[in-house]
């Protein structure tokens, strides 16, 4: 069975740090691109970063780049996100989802099939 | 960067009632687009993809259609469980921008 456990949210100061993490279970992680999605309360889904398999792309939402970092370690099946220089705007439930992609011809479908539970993440003085 | 926008924003429907929700691209993104389903409290969860592709165990009264910029997510006959906000999704660009959702509630 496929398991994502976010961890790592919290209440914190605005211009302080906070690292996220992901764990993975129930498939081979080093196979798939990972990503973050966050959602504010009573907002909808904000797309924030995502990861190749083997870390050789990745991309930020402009509304974070600069201050978020993503990483992953495929030995310990883990997904993070570095966020420093928080604002209040960044306060949200946060997501880890996985991407497979559907191949057909020269085509390369991807689509996040799996989510965690989400890790709140509540930016304030 | 690509902007994704839904139509409309909400809508009241009643049980077995067809329901379509629109979903436009600010570019072409060939069929490259996704829909989810989000309840309150719950994590998104894949409906369609790549424009028209049923996820697995998800019921056939969930259809999607549309390439380029402009894309449809079609209930055929709304159920209870239904009731739910639906998103769509790009993936042409790195940047997997969501649209806004679309809530649908009971009329």
């Known amino acids: 069975e496929v398991q994502l456990v976010e961890s790592g949210g919290g209440l914190v100061q605005p211009g302080r740090s906070l690292r996220l993490s992901c764990a993975a279970s129930?498939?081979?992680?080093?196979?798939?691109?990972m990503h973050w999605v966050r959602q504010a309360p009573g907002k909808g889904l904000e797309w924030v970063s995502g990861?190749?398999?083997?870390?050789?792309?990745?991309g930020y939402a402009d509304s974070v780049k600069g201050r978020f970092t993503i990483s992953r370690d495929n030995a310990k099946n883990s997904l993070y996100l570095q966020m420093n220089s928080l604002r209040a705007e960044d306060t949200a439930l946060y997501y880890c989802?996985?991407?497979?992609?559907?191949?057909?011809?020269?085509?390369?479908?991807?689509?996040?099939?799996?989510w965690g539970q989400g890790t709140l993440v509540t930016v304030s003085s | 960067d690509i902007q994704m926008t839904q139509s409309p924003s909400s809508l009241s429907a009643s049980v077995g009632d067809r329901v379509t929700i629109t979903c436009r691209a600010s570019?072409?993104?060939?069929?490259?687009l996704n829909w989810y389903q989000q309840k309150p409290g719950k994590a998104p969860k894949l409906l369609i993809y790549a424009a028209s592709s049923l996820q697995s165990g998800v019921p056939s009264r969930f259809s999607g259609s549309g390439s380029g910029t402009d894309f449809t997510l079609t209930i055929s006959s709304l159920q209870p469980e239904d009731f739910a906000t639906y998103y769509c999704q790009q993936s042409y660009s790195t940047r997997r921008a969501f649209g806004p959702g679309t809530k649908v509630d009971i009329k």
């Open positions: 990861i190749s398999w083997n870390s050789g792309s990745i």
């Open positions: 989802a996985k991407e497979p992609a559907f191949v057909t011809g020269s085509y390369r479908y991807c689509y996040f099939d799996y």
């Open positions: 129930g498939f081979t992680f080093d196979d798939y691109a």
């Open positions: 570019q072409s993104i060939s069929s490259y």
